[in-house]
């Protein structure tokens, strides 16, 4: 998926549909952390991974959703973030590594775990400039179809997960919105914490998740995608009518099945007056669990 800016959206849409791959919180296998990387709230999350964790998040069940998509043909795959576990710089590194070898050009945000401490962004998340921004919001856009990355994570307290966009990124986002919607594309909207009260408990929310719904209200999103709560749900933004998908981790083994893991595929084909959006969502076996299809009209407001 071409990195154009998004004042480069000039040009007609094409009459293919973009298939685009979305999968989140992978909590790709860590190296071992240094001693002194973990005198933060790491430790705790270290403690965690050793005694449950690493025991059912399972690098061969992520495999098996790569190659999966892989025989998909996607225009690109969409990772709502926590690709780490502590959010070390050598897990940034593997994380980059991994995100070159996907099967289509990759576009990536941050989560709670990638940002669970302070640390200097070239040590972070600017390892994976390549697949985001320097700056969020971003966009990248191929064929009409705009992915618009918003980083709702921050360092928090031990014991807590909360995320929050600010009001210096939602400024930009609702101009990045309106903008989008006024050169007629469609706006595909990917963050880390679910943008809606009950999704996940009040210490993982996205606190200002008022805000941002609001802010939806006025600009309208064509679709808004999650991870973070490793649960596949289908809601809507609140006051809306724009689709709110969410997916299981893509490394989780759970017995039940909305918390099973699973990648979303996303086929978006333009019509006169908007877009049709088909979702399926696979296991890592390709069985499809859930399908939707929506019809969302171009414009800039819901």
Request: aromatic share 6%; proline share 8%.
């Amino acid at each position: 998926m071409p990195h154009d800016l998004p004042a480069e959206t000039s040009s007609q849409r094409e009459t293919c549909a973009v298939v685009l791959a979305h999968l989140s919180d992978p909590h790709l296998p860590p190296p071992p952390v240094r001693w002194w990387e973990a005198l933060n709230k790491r430790a705790l999350s270290l403690i965690s991974w050793k005694k449950h964790r690493q025991h059912v998040h399972l690098a061969a069940t992520c495999a098996a959703i790569v190659q999966d998509i892989a025989k998909a043909d996607v225009d690109a795959v969409l990772v709502s973030g926590d690709l780490t576990n502590f959010g070390t710089p050598a897990e940034f590194t593997l994380a980059a590594e991994w995100l070159e070898k996907l099967p289509a050009p990759a576009l990536v945000i941050p989560g709670n775990h990638d940002c669970m401490i302070r640390q200097s962004p070239e040590k972070g998340i600017l390892q994976w400039e390549k697949w985001s921004a320097a700056t969020y919001p971003y966009a990248r856009i191929h064929n009409g179809v705009a992915v618009v990355g918003v980083n709702s994570g921050i360092p928090t307290p031990p014991f807590m997960a909360y995320g929050r966009v600010g009001h210096r990124q939602l400024t930009r986002l609702e101009a990045l919105l309106n903008q989008l919607g006024d050169a007629g594309l469609c706006r595909v909207v990917m963050i880390h914490h679910p943008p809606r009260r009950g999704l996940v408990p009040w210490r993982k929310s996205l606190l200002d998740h008022p805000a941002l719904a609001k802010l939806l209200q006025r600009t309208g999103a064509e679709i808004v995608l999650h991870g973070h709560s490793h649960d596949a749900t289908l809601t809507h933004i609140a006051g809306t009518d724009i689709p709110l998908l969410g997916v299981a981790s893509a490394s989780l083994t759970d017995k039940r099945a909305h918390r099973q893991a699973c990648w979303n595929h996303l086929s978006i084909r333009p019509r006169k007056s908007g877009w049709t959006i088909d979702l399926a969502r696979h296991r890592p076996d390709g069985s499809i669990t859930e399908q939707a299809s929506w019809f969302r009209p171009q414009g800039n407001a819901t």
